[in-house]
């Protein structure tokens, strides 16, 4: 019986090794359109939606091309899909060389830990969403304050009633993304730790990636925190389902702005060649690849503040 008992252990133990070893493996590789299969993959970015959505493919092709205009052999960019908190564990580990995250606070621990260099660098700016049922039960949409808004959403969700034809319901993605982060400190920032509650009749704690998270939350009436470039990517039907409450705007002040940093690893296997990336994609040609990198049409991304708008010393004006 024990002998079976540790057999079953171990296979377990070899599963889970090969799903945290899955995590490190590129989900995709770019040659800038060369065909190069057999080029060396010189960089490794990890993140999570700027790749899902396409960015680090433009970046990764754009800045190949100009590389190899300028006189280098072709070589390869792999793009390794992550969260924030796993992007920091992968460049913590060596597994990638640079990284682009959504969270200044775990930023700078990383940079306290020596896991990255301290100095990060403004890529771009994303903006939050909060997103709901057009029927509105919470009744937001008037509401101009973030902060009132959650607290408003948690006021009408203590109150849904047994014969409430649309409750007030909030779905979470619950899975240390920096989307949940950053929808836990809004929670925070009025008192409220939802999470906290073993069962909760309308705090949804639903895991699954960004698209998928928004589907759940249409489909079931539910307000939820997303992302620009999520909504964007929407099938029409569902869109036409949601209402959009509030948007966070480019102001470096507003609660909603999703600012993502480009992280250079203190073990990347180039480290050169990491700081000539993030040089590039900060300054002129990187950041017209930013604010030209369209998803139906529309602009997903705005370009990193100029040193005029705040303290960002490592963008770049062109």
Same mark, same amino acid.
């Given at each position: 019986m024990v002998a079976a008992h540790l057999s079953a252990f171990l296979l377990a133990l070899a599963s889970v090794s090969r799903c945290i070893n899955a995590l490190v493996?590129?989900?995709?590789?770019?040659?800038?359109?060369?065909?190069?299969?057999?080029?060396?993959?010189?960089?490794?970015?990890?993140?999570?939606?700027?790749?899902?959505?396409?960015?680090?493919?433009?970046? +990764?092709d754009a800045w190949i091309r100009e590389s190899v205009g300028n006189g280098s052999e072709p070589f390869r960019v792999a793009w390794i899909l992550s969260d924030t908190t796993f992007t920091i564990k992968n460049l913590q580990s060596g597994d990638a060389d640079v990284g682009i995250t959504y969270n200044p606070d775990a930023e700078r621990i990383a940079g306290q830990q020596g896991i990255i260099d301290p100095k990060t660098f403004y890529l771009f700016r994303d903006h939050f969403l909060i997103a709901g049922p057009p029927?509105?039960? +919470?009744?937001?949409?008037?509401?101009?304050?973030?902060?009132?808004?959650? +607290?408003?959403?948690?006021? *009408?969700?203590?109150?849904? &009633?047994?014969?409430?034809?649309?409750?007030?319901?909030?779905?979470?993605?619950?899975?240390? *993304?920096?989307?949940?982060?950053?929808?836990?400190q809004l929670w925070l920032r009025v008192g409220q730790v939802p999470w906290?509650? +073993?069962?909760?009749?309308?705090?949804?704690?639903?895991?699954?990636?960004?698209?998928?998270?928004?589907?759940? &939350?249409?489909?079931?009436?539910?307000?939820?925190?997303?992302?620009?470039?999520?909504?964007?990517?929407?099938?029409?039907?569902l869109a036409n389902r949601t209402n959009i409450f509030k948007a966070a705007t480019d102001e470096l002040s507003d609660p909603l702005l999703n600012p993502g940093h480009l992280l250079i690893g203190k073990k990347a296997q180039n480290e050169t060649l990491a700081y000539e990336f993030a040089d590039w994609a900060t300054g002129c040609s990187g950041q017209n690849v930013v604010v030209g990198f369209k998803k139906n049409g529309e602009q997903l991304y705005s370009g990193a503040p100029s040193?005029?708008?705040?303290?960002?010393?490592? *963008?770049?004006?062109?």
């Open positions: 493996e590129p989900t995709a590789v770019y040659d800038g359109g060369f065909n190069m299969t057999e080029s060396p993959i010189r960089l490794r970015i990890a993140t999570g939606g700027a790749g899902q959505q396409g960015l680090v493919k433009a970046l +990764a029927e509105d039960p +919470a009744k937001i949409s008037n509401i101009k304050d973030v902060d009132t808004i959650f +607290a408003t959403l948690f006021q *009408s969700a203590d109150k849904n &009633a047994a014969n409430t034809t649309i409750p007030t319901r909030f779905l979470s993605r619950f899975d240390k *993304s920096a989307t949940n982060i950053k929808e836990s906290s509650i +073993a069962y909760s009749t309308w705090y949804h704690q639903y895991i699954a990636f960004p698209l998928q998270a928004l589907t759940a &939350a249409i489909n079931l009436k539910e307000y939820t925190l997303t992302d620009r470039a999520t909504y964007l990517s929407l099938p029409t039907e040193i005029d708008e705040g303290p960002a010393q490592h *963008s770049k004006a062109c």
